[in-house]
């Protein structure tokens, strides 16, 4: 069965204290991976999207890599403006859905 | 730009009334949207497929008679709530599909529901 876990569940950082958050997949054919951000009351954002093993991704302050079995999402030196909730999703071969793993709840501070 | 809406952003109903929710893709075309629901500290989840000229697609659990979704055009997709209970009072979200290129999906702002 296709399946996204997310971890850790919640995470605390002081500003400038860089981490990573982990999404381990099992997909039958990986379509793609995608990261998203989402602030409470509002809808995802899109930050990156990754096809293949060994694929990084640059935005800013993140960086998003890809592996058979994981993708990392990189915080280097986070503010206070980066606490969300950062989800992660895959997509199958065949399919446009997404399956979504239950999120990172990030908060920076100050 | 991919920029997706949703009306209203937030609507509060009594109980036994219906309730319509339109998503519209701004800037791009969308023959596959999708419909879902998120709980208070928790993950979205996938409620239906809304396929253009075509009839939607929906999770298994979820009342298709209940949650009735029209896709009329390319860039637009409604989500009507029948007789609506407590029990749906939920942050609905919905997502385009852009018609080329990358297969990434664009959220909308989500609307929230409270039924009385």
């Known amino acids: 069965e296709d399946q996204v876990t997310q971890s850790p569940e919640a995470l605390r950082l002081q500003e400038g204290e860089s981490s990573s958050l982990n999404c381990s997949y099992t997909?039958?054919?990986?379509?793609?991976l995608f990261w998203y951000r989402q602030d409470p009351g509002k809808g995802p954002e899109f930050l990156f999207t990754?096809?293949?093993a060994g694929e990084e991704k640059e935005k800013e302050r993140l960086k998003a890599t890809l592996t058979k079995k994981e993708s990392f999402l990189h915080i280097t030196a986070p503010k206070p403006e980066d606490s969300a909730t950062y989800l992660c999703?895959?997509?199958?071969?065949?399919?446009?859905?997404?399956?979504f793993g239950t999120g990172t709840r990030l908060k920076v501070l100050a | 730009g991919a920029v997706v809406s949703q009306h209203p952003s937030r609507v509060i109903c009594k109980s036994g009334t219906s309730v319509k929710i339109e998503c519209r893709s701004l800037?791009?075309?969308?023959?596959?949207m999708f419909w879902y629901r998120q709980f208070p500290k928790k993950s979205l989840m996938l409620m239906a497929t809304?396929?253009?000229?075509?009839?939607?697609?929906?999770e298994q659990g979820v009342e298709k008679d209940k949650f009735l979704i029209n896709h009329a055009s390319l860039t637009l997709s409604t989500l009507t709530v029948t007789s609506a209970h407590p029990e749906d009072s939920s942050f609905y979200i919905c997502?385009?599909?852009?018609?080329?290129?990358?297969?990434?999906?664009?959220f909308g702002p989500g609307t929230r529901l409270t039924v009385l």
């Open positions: 990754l096809y293949s």
């Open positions: 997909v039958s054919g990986l379509r793609g």
């Open positions: 997502s385009a599909h852009k018609l080329a290129g990358a297969d990434t999906q664009y």
């Open positions: 800037d791009f075309q969308a023959t596959t």
């Open positions: 809304s396929n253009e000229g075509s009839k939607a697609t929906y």
């Open positions: 999703a895959v997509q199958a071969e065949g399919t446009y859905k997404y399956i």
